[in-house]
């Protein structure tokens, strides 16, 4: 699996060069670093779909590495390598977590071989994450939706995604339908919100020629479409109150007639209903059925607003721009700079994910293959940092005072001093900016006057 990415931890500085420069002549993308500390704050910022991971190392060593990251839930496939080859390192080893063992000095044709073999057959755990861009995160809130589309994939119970628009509700339903035993069968989404009260039963439920004014031929509907698999329905929160019924009925009989027709037909599709309404409160003010809600309340995910899992932002970028260079040919992507992801962490979103994957987009466009800077990202964005308020993600401390210090001193790092581009950066005046450093003791070394 060429152009797969590869993380190898190792303190031995030669065997880590070696080793990663003989992978890349195998044609994967190789991160190559000398403690587990490094290789955490690694695989914060990026995903990885192997890792070479040196047995004995100062501080925390391998085993305690991989047992953490099991503990973590991830499930990146670990080589384990060592030079101190015994039996019991290897079992040791196996038992913490990783995938296999292998002992230094490594023949380069064996790991070649090894490290094909494991990304063969990385765990479907990983939710197809490589091709899913906003289904990605590490925070606890994604934890938690990722174990419970585990939990309810295998069953055939009805599940209800609810979360706001943008947040990756039909990725969660492409995950329990590719994880579940339905997976060889049809996977079929339909929007329930733009389709007209009057072609939504026909298009769920299908209809028989002469049954209404234009029915011209029997149509066969969604429903039966996805016999078999999956069918999601979006915005369910939105279908009228007849669709409501008709659609109650085929939840409890598992069978539909389609509009028209005398005769019902059986079906065996497994129901995904997704929402960005509050059920409940349709419920009270009489606009969504009680026993409707009921059946497709059985099992429940959340899914959190971006806002909220902030500490994921990281993770998306890199995972979105990855997915942005290769719909583009796999042609050279350029890098976040530091400054600009403190402004898409400190940013609202309240398109969430999909609005941050259309930012990174633009910006792409507008950096080319270089850097993504603070200039490359819309003006609300830019703003975002400057007002944050005090949910707003903590840089070195813990006061709003704190964040725009660190904010003003990353600007004129970006800006090589010069205040008039800092202040660009920042979204504000030369005046303002010298006030602000003034206030937070930033003027020492770096001149009262203007810009020379």
């Not at 099991?70 to 060592?82: A, F, K, Q, Y």
């Not at 994880?179 to 439920?205: D, I, K, Q, W, Y």
């Not at 004129?412 to 205040?419: E, H, K, S």
Request: glycine share 8%; with cysteine.
């Amino acid at each position: 699996m060429n152009g797969a990415r590869i993380l190898v931890v190792d303190d031995d500085r030669v065997f880590r060069v070696s080793t990663a420069e003989l992978l890349r002549q195998d044609g994967y993308d190789v991160t190559a670093v000398a403690d587990a500390r490094e290789a955490v704050d690694a695989l914060r910022v990026s995903r990885f779909d192997l890792m070479l991971l040196d047995l004995r190392m100062p501080g925390l060593d391998g085993t305690g590495l991989v047992t953490a990251l099991r503990e973590w839930g991830d499930g990146i496939p670990v080589l384990m390598i060592s030079g101190f080859g015994t039996v019991d390192a290897a079992v040791h080893s196996l038992h913490a977590g990783a995938d296999d063992f292998l002992t230094k000095p490594v023949e380069p044709a064996v790991l070649s071989d090894r490290v094909a073999t494991l990304l063969e057959r990385r765990p479907a755990a990983r939710l197809e994450s490589e091709r899913m861009a906003w289904l990605v995160g590490r925070s606890p809130a994604m934890k938690m939706v990722f174990e419970a589309i585990r939990l309810v994939a295998p069953t055939d119970a009805t599940v209800l995604v609810l979360g706001e628009t943008g947040t990756g509700k039909e990725l969660v339903a492409r995950s329990v339908h590719e994880l579940s035993g339905r997976n060889a069968g049809p996977f079929v989404t339909v929007n329930c919100a733009a389709l007209p009260e009057g072609l939504l039963e026909s298009e769920l439920f299908g209809h028989v020629r002469g049954s209404f004014t234009g029915a011209v031929r029997d149509r066969t509907g969604l429903f039966q479409a996805a016999d078999g698999g999956t069918i999601v329905l979006d915005e369910v929160g939105d279908i009228s109150a007849t669709a409501q019924q008709r659609l109650l009925r085929v939840l409890q009989e598992r069978e539909l007639k389609p509009v028209g027709a005398l005769r019902s037909i059986a079906i065996d599709v497994r129901v995904i209903a997704a929402t960005n309404r509050n059920l409940r409160a349709e419920v009270e003010a009489g606009r969504f059925r009680e026993d409707l809600f009921y059946r497709l309340n059985v099992f429940r995910i959340e899914l959190p607003a971006l806002r909220d899992r902030r500490s994921d932002i990281p993770l998306l970028v890199e995972h979105s721009l990855d997915q942005l260079a290769r719909r583009n040919g796999g042609s050279s992507r350029p890098i976040c700079s530091p400054f600009a992801l403190r402004m898409l962490q400190a940013y609202d979103w309240p398109g969430n994910v999909r609005e941050l994957f259309a930012v990174l987009e633009s910006a792409c466009i507008r950096a080319g293959s270089t850097r993504i800077e603070a200039q490359h990202l819309p003006a609300e964005v830019r703003a975002a940092l400057r007002g944050a308020q005090p949910d707003a993600p903590r840089y070195r401390g813990d006061d709003d005072s704190d964040a725009e210090r660190t904010a003003i001193r990353a600007a004129l790092d970006q800006a090589n001093g010069v205040r008039s581009r800092a202040a660009e950066l920042l979204g504000m005046g030369r005046t303002t900016l010298w006030r602000k450093m003034r206030q937070h003791g930033l003027l020492e070394g770096n001149g009262e006057g203007d810009d020379g």
